[in-house]
T-cell receptor, first 115, second 111 residues
C-alpha cells in the first residue's frame, strides 16, 4: 500500500514570497490533516478535512495560510506571504475515517526555510 | 492541550527492553491512548494504540493502568534503529477526534 506522498521535500524562499505544498493521501482515506512542526516541538494541527469539507481550521493563520482539497483527494497548503517564523516542517497525514480508533498515517513532510 | 506528560529524554541499552512512561490523568472514558515515534527527518510513525486493555503488536506492547491515568510503551528488545522521539497522545473526543502532540520523549539506544 502506497503511503502519504508530499512534495516538494525541501523548499527555501525569502520572506514575503509565496509557497505551496502538495499532499496525496492514502487511497480511500477520507480525512486529511496538515500539521506544522517547528524544530524541537511536536506537530501542531493546522487544518483538518473530511472529504472536501473543512472540519477544523481554528489553528490556521488565515491571514496568510490557506488550504484546499477540492475533489476530496489531493490537498494543497499555501502560505502567502511567508514570514521568518513559518520556517518549519509541514506534515500531511490521512486516516480512513475520523473515528478515534483509526490511526493517522503521516507523509515525510516538506521542510520550509524562510530567509 | 496535549493532556499528556512524558519525560523529555531516556537512554536504553541495545537489546534491553525500553519502557517509556506517560501520564494522562485527565483522560476521558472514550479517549484512546496512541503512541507514535519520529525518527530524525521523517514523519511520525504509528506504533500502537489502546482504550482500556493492554495491547501488543509486532512493534511494541502498550500497558494501560486500570484507572487509565497512565500508560507505558514497551519496546521489548531495543535496537539502534529505535532511537527516536516517542509521542504519547490522548486522542480527544472533540470535533474531528484530533491528535494533540506534546514534546515527547527522546529515546537514545546505546550500543
Amino acid at each position: 500500500e502506497a503511503g502519504v506522498a508530499q512534495s516538494p521535500r525541501y523548499k527555501i524562499i525569502e520572506k514575503r514570497q509565496s509557497v505551496a505544498f502538495w499532499c496525496n493521501p492514502i487511497s480511500g482515506h477520507a480525512t486529511l490533516y496538515w500539521y506544522q512542526q517547528i524544530l524541537g516541538q511536536g506537530p501542531k494541527l493546522l487544518i483538518q478535512f473530511q472529504n472536501n469539507g473543512v472540519v477544523d481550521d481554528s489553528q490556521l493563520p488565515k491571514d496568510r495560510f490557506s488550504a484546499e482539497r477540492l475533489k476530496g483527494v489531493d490537498s494543497t497548503l499555501k502560505i502567502q506571504p511567508a514570514k521568518l517564523e513559518d520556517s518549519a516542517v509541514y506534515l500531511c497525514a490521512s486516516t480512513v475515517a475520523m473515528q478515534a480508533y483509526n490511526e493517522q498515517f503521516f507523509g515525510p513532510g516538506t521542510r520550509l526555510t524562510v530567509l | 492541550d496535549a493532556k499528556t506528560t512524558q519525560p523529555p529524554s531516556m537512554d536504553c541499552a541495545e537489546g534491553r527492553a525500553a519502557n517509556l512512561p506517560c501520564n494522562h490523568s485527565t483522560i476521558s472514558g472514550n479517549e484512546y491512548v496512541y503512541w507514535y515515534r519520529q525518527i530524525h527527518s521523517q514523519g511520525p510513525q504509528y506504533i500502537i494504540h489502546g482504550l482500556k486493555n493492554n495491547e501488543t503488536n509486532e512493534m511494541a506492547s502498550l500497558i494501560i493502568t486500570e484507572d487509565r491515568k497512565s500508560s507505558t510503551l514497551i519496546l521489548p528488545h531495543a535496537t539502534l534503529r529505535d532511537t527516536a522521539v516517542y509521542y504519547c497522545i490522548v486522542r480527544t473526543s472533540n470535533t474531528g477526534n484530533q491528535f494533540y502532540f506534546g514534546t515527547g520523549t527522546s529515546l537514545t539506544v546505546i550500543p
